[in-house]
């Protein structure tokens, strides 16, 4: 068995902090074969990590630590470093995730928002930048949508697995940006699906990833709060745009009064801070 296929067999069934410290003391495929023997539903033992390997690179590839296109930033997260990233698309994953901004924000926006996120991402990807987000609905797809008409790069991270997209309608933007210079990238394996636990780890990743993250508008306790203050703990850049929209830029509005993030009316003033 290669560490390879034992990192993806423990990214399927532990989180990077149940086998941190075992990591460190012994090899990837050590640590699996205890965690066979210690395991009494036989669940893990029906596990083949070479064959459910194989089957899930016909997708995509599995990135690990050691790989030269390891993204740097991901040692900042300490024990909760993945174990490995499964990708699609632009294969210098460093190269993309240099100058990554985050652009996120709502699922449901209204038309003036939309303009927003997209002066934003077009701005930034204009300016060479990569442009992050989570394919989602409303400020996130937006967001990529704006990077690529002007050709620029955009990097995609995903709650579920990467055979495919949801909602199902953002299938060719998902094959577009993989296909045109930019990337898919996920901590499941093909056929997860998404749930609050996925969400909540891929808003870390999403945050670790990048340089700085511009909070469009949000309301709060939402997958983009949840990157937002991923970002914080990461000491990441926290840019929030000010809004009168009420209840639905209440997350914005608490984080600046808070003065977790830095007010940014616009575009100008986040290329300002780059």
């Known amino acids: ?3 390879r296929a034992a990192l993806a067999a423990l990214s399927a069934h532990f989180t990077p902090d149940q ?3 075992d990591l460190a003391r012994y090899p990837p495929v050590e640590v699996w074969q205890q965690r066979v023997r210690l395991d009494n539903t036989g669940r893990l033992a029906q596990h ?3 064959h459910e390997l194989s089957n899930a690179q016909l997708s995509c590839r599995f990135l690990i630590p050691s790989d030269a296109q390891w993204p740097a930033a991901l040692a900042d997260l300490g024990p909760a470093c993945p174990l490995g990233l499964w990708v699609r698309g632009y294969d210098r994953l460093p190269e993309l995730t240099a100058s990554t901004v985050v652009v996120t ?3 449901m926006v209204s038309t003036e928002v939309t303009d927003r996120a997209k002066a934003f991402a077009g701005a930034v990807a204009e300016a060479g930048h990569t442009v992050a987000a989570t394919l989602a609905y409303g400020v996130d797809a937006t967001a ?3 990077a690529e008409l002007i050709s620029g790069r955009t990097l995609a991270v995903l709650p579920r697995g990467l055979d495919k997209a949801y909602p199902h309608t953002y ?6 940006i993989t296909e045109n210079g930019g990337a898919a990238v996920s901590l499941y394996r093909p056929g997860t699906e998404t749930s609050g636990a996925t969400l909540k780890a891929s808003a870390v990743l999403l945050a ?3 340089r700085m993250v511009i909070l469009i508008e949000a309301l709060d306790h939402t997958e983009a709060l949840r990157t937002a203050e991923a970002a914080i703990a ?3 850049t926290l840019l929030a745009v000010p809004s009168d929209s009420g209840i639905r830029s209440e997350g914005n509005a608490r984080l600046l009064a808070e003065h977790q993030a830095l007010p940014c009316p616009d575009p100008a003033r986040a290329l300002e801070l780059l």
Request: hydrophobic content about 40%.
């Open 208 to 210: 670790a990833l990048s």
């Open 1 to 3: 068995m290669s560490d």
């Open 105 to 107: 924000g709502n699922r």
């Open 19 to 21: 086998v941190a410290a």
């Open 144 to 146: 990529h949508e704006a």
């Open 234 to 236: 990461l000491k990441r």
């Open 48 to 50: 083949r990590p070479e």
């Open 171 to 176: 299938a060719p933007l998902l094959n577009s």
